[in-house]
């Protein structure tokens, strides 16, 4: 298997701008979660979808962001406008029900908002 | 609520052994365990369940203490290969999948 597939890897944009993040879970995998990383604050859990259906949002900042998945292979996370204090690394994971709980995580999109 | 592990970094050199703490203000159900390399994603150890048994692989094992909230993570004859950060992640919803993680221990293994 390929594993998680993000992209883009690395995005650079000016603040105000939308940015879309993509990502492309292990198939087969029924769990997908969105992941922040900052030297500050960690390794934050943003939202994280159950077959397709987000369970669980309390970890998205605020309602500038927003995470869709519209199908069992393809998700999205929206920044809408972009701030300097959204720049991250964003990972995305994904896990299966009968699985070990084991996470596995994609290479990550390193976002830098100007 | 974010783990607290400690330490926040250490430097061993090969063949020496190491302990990671991870505390949880939290009941906790699972406690999982990371490593992530410099530039690289967080790669899955092993996991830890409420009424499980302690854990491990190699010359990496972990222990859970229900009743403290605690969790360690023991690295014996470290290898340069260890080195990286180790991240705790907690579960305290019984679900094994959202899990919280902490700030991370750096960990550097040197000849």
């Known amino acids: 298997d390929a594993g998680v597939i993000q992209s883009p890897r690395h995005e650079v944009t000016e603040m105000g701008q939308e940015v879309t993040l993509r990502c492309k879970p292990i198939?087969?995998?029924?769990?997908l979660f969105w992941y922040r990383q900052t030297m500050m604050r960690g390794l934050e859990l943003l939202i994280y979808?159950?077959?397709?259906?987000?369970?669980?949002d309390s970890g998205m900042p605020e309602d500038r962001f927003s995470a869709k998945m519209p199908n069992a292979s393809f998700s999205t996370l929206k920044i809408q406008p972009s701030e300097p204090r959204d720049s991250a690394v964003y990972f995305c994971?994904?896990?299966?029900?009968?699985?070990?709980?084991?996470?596995?995580f994609g290479p990550g999109t390193r976002l830098t908002v100007t | 609520q974010q783990p607290v592990q400690s330490p926040q970094a250490v430097i061993l050199r090969e063949g020496e052994d190491a302990v990671i703490n991870c505390s949880s203000s939290?009941?906790?159900?699972?406690v999982h365990w990371y490593r992530q390399k410099h530039g690289e994603a967080p790669v899955f150890l092993m996991i830890?369940?409420?009424?499980?048994e302690q854990k491990g692989h190699e010359k990496i094992s972990a222990s859970f203490n229900e009743k403290k909230q605690q969790s360690s993570l023991y690295l014996t004859a470290s290898q340069l290969s260890y080195s990286g950060t180790y991240f705790c992640?907690?579960?305290?919803?019984?679900?094994?999948?959202?899990?919280?993680f902490g700030t991370g221990t750096k960990l550097q293994v040197i000849p």
């Open positions: 939290k009941a906790l159900y699972s």
């Open positions: 979808f159950n077959n397709n259906v987000p369970i669980d």
């Open positions: 830890l369940l409420k009424g499980g």
């Open positions: 992640g907690t579960d305290s919803s019984g679900g094994y999948q959202k899990v919280t």
């Open positions: 994971a994904s896990s299966w029900t009968g699985g070990s709980y084991e996470q596995y």
């Open positions: 198939s087969g995998h029924d769990y």
